[in-house]
């Protein structure tokens, strides 16, 4: 299994980035996939996921402003990012869930494999 993340970088606030997480080694259209972040000095936190079916799911802080969204014929995740923040500053990070659906959880034991993220930085 691999997952690779792409599409980081620097935004000013209030912009805009898209990032990608491309996955191979496993039939992709079965699984939850999920976007997490970590900023300096902070704790993993979840940012968003999206069901094998397409269901979608949002941390609070980023509800209105990000959109997760999946390409399963070319096994890719997306995290539309708009009205950027400083606050979203971080590493991101794409996941696989072990299952089809999202749940969620405070070990991270409900993902199987990891990207090695892309950072994300907002500063104007």
């Known amino acids: 299994v691999h997952l690779v993340e792409s599409g980081g970088g620097l935004a000013q606030p209030g912009g805009s980035l898209r990032l990608s997480c491309t996955a191979s080694?496993?039939?992709?259209?079965?699984?939850?996939m999920s976007w997490v972040r970590q900023a300096p000095g902070k704790g993993l936190e979840w940012v968003s996921a999206?069901?094998?079916?397409?269901?979608?799911h949002y941390a609070d802080p980023v509800k209105g402003r990000f959109t997760i969204s999946r390409d399963n014929a070319k096994n890719t995740m997306y995290l539309e990012m708009n009205n950027l923040k400083p606050g979203d500053t971080a590493r991101y990070s794409c996941?696989?869930?072990?299952?089809?659906?999202?749940?969620?959880?405070?070990?991270?034991?409900?993902?199987?494999?990891w990207g090695q993220g892309t950072q994300v930085t907002v500063s104007s």
């Open positions: 996941a696989k869930f072990r299952g089809a659906e999202y749940y969620s959880g405070t070990t991270g034991d409900q993902y199987d494999y």
């Open positions: 080694g496993f039939i992709f259209s079965t699984y939850a």
């Open positions: 999206i069901d094998s079916d397409g269901d979608k």
